[in-house]
């Protein structure tokens, strides 16, 4: 049976969708790999660029690209970057002319919400946040049983409330919402029903400090068990 062909892009040496070419030249998918998506879906490809056609998609990405490039400043010695994610985002909310911005935070995080606030409103932003436990909900709702607890079976736990959070922020019709330190499938959840623009300033990471690469960066050393091969259950 021939095998599936899947778009593996983090496999790629070539990086032909990025070439070190002159700007008048133009790019070649010849010596792409077989696993490229521009091979496998030049369709699809195509559809998606013509999404940039539409006014408002065009002058967002425009936007995003010229956030992209002010991130750097040419120097004698090279490139050289200039701005923390949380500049970024004021300088990139003011291209976009946002004034009304939402963050939806972990309690766990609810320092860190307090702290962006107060840089966010003394930029001259509106500033509306929510908390995941939020509807003070408890567990036991979403089929929790008392010892999934994590203080123990004994004490009332509100479940982490991602969709309200979404729901909160639409209804109150912000500008950009922004995604602070969220869990893995609550984070999930807020996405899905989110339905207005949406980045991410942290995500939640227990054991670094909220910096999830710092395990990828020791993966060959005091992280090795995550190279570790094992079969899944449902294998």
């Known amino acids: 049976m021939a095998k599936e062909l899947h778009a593996m892009c983090a496999r790629c040496a070539r990086r032909l969708c990025d070439p070190d070419i002159g700007a008048n030249e133009v790019p070649s998918v010849d010596e792409a790999p077989y696993f490229c998506p521009m091979k496998l879906f ?6 998606a660029i013509v999404e940039y056609d539409k006014t408002e998609v065009k002058e967002f990405a425009r936007l995003a690209s010229v956030q992209e490039f002010e991130c750097y400043e ?22 976009c002319g946002y004034h009304k911005l939402g963050i939806a935070f972990c309690i ?4 860190e919400a307090g702290m962006l606030t107060n840089i966010l409103e003394n930029k001259g932003f509106s500033v509306v946040s929510v908390c995941c436990k939020l509807g003070a909900t408890a567990k036991e709702r979403i089929d929790i049983k008392p010892e999934q607890k994590i203080e123990g079976p004994e004490r009332w736990e509100s479940m982490c409330n991602p969709i309200a959070q979404a729901e ?7 500008d950009l919402a922004i995604m602070l330190g969220l869990c893995i499938g609550h984070d999930t959840l807020f996405i899905k029903y989110c339905r ?22 020791l993966s060959q050393s005091y992280y090795g068990r995550l190279l570790v091969k094992e079969k899944r259950a449902d294998d």
């Open 108 to 111: 766990g995080l609810a320092n």
């Open 196 to 217: 207005v623009p949406m980045t991410v300033l942290a995500v939640k990471d227990r054991v670094t400090g909220h910096n999830p690469l710092a395990a990828l960066y």
């Open 168 to 174: 909160v922020l639409n209804a109150e019709k912000v």
């Open 74 to 95: 040419q120097t004698g010695k090279g490139l050289k970057t200039k701005f923390p994610r949380i500049e970024e985002l004021i300088q990139f909310a003011n291209k």
């Open 42 to 47: 030049p369709e699809l490809i195509e559809k």
